[in-house]
């Protein structure tokens, strides 16, 4: 079982960058599906971007594309978010998955991190 560890988390303007780290270790496998998604109080959990260890494929939330960028590092087993022309709309905690399906939905993600809040003042 693979555990994950964000950070990189914290307070910026609106208009700032972030960028999210997510540590692996554990058991990975190389057609893992690795996620990013975000809970706002009183929401529920948001898909944010995905991508695999292998093959180079991403998809992402409309509401991000453009701004947000996902990316890894195979040989540290770490994923990236790379976050840029942030909104207050974007605060929320932000939790990255791992799983075996090339999903949008948290269920099919079976190990998750504890979370990093991101805080974006207007």
């Known amino acids: 079982q693979v555990q994950l560890v964000e950070s990189g988390g914290g307070l910026v303007q609106a208009g700032g960058s972030l960028r999210l780290s997510c540590a692996a270790s554990g058991r990975t496998f190389s057609n893992y599906v690795m996620a990013w998604f975000r809970q706002a109080p009183g929401k529920e959990r948001e898909f944010v971007a995905r991508t695999t260890w292998s093959g180079g494929s991403t998809y992402y939330a409309d509401s991000v594309k453009g701004r947000f960028a996902i990316s890894r590092d195979n040989a540290k087993n770490t994923v990236y978010l790379q976050m840029n022309s942030l909104k207050p709309e974007d605060t929320a905690v932000y939790y990255c998955?791992?799983?075996?399906?090339?999903?949008?939905?948290?269920?099919?993600?079976?190990?998750w991190g504890q979370g990093t809040q991101v805080t974006v003042s207007s």
């Open positions: 998955a791992a799983g075996g399906r090339f999903s949008t939905t948290p269920a099919d993600f079976g190990s």
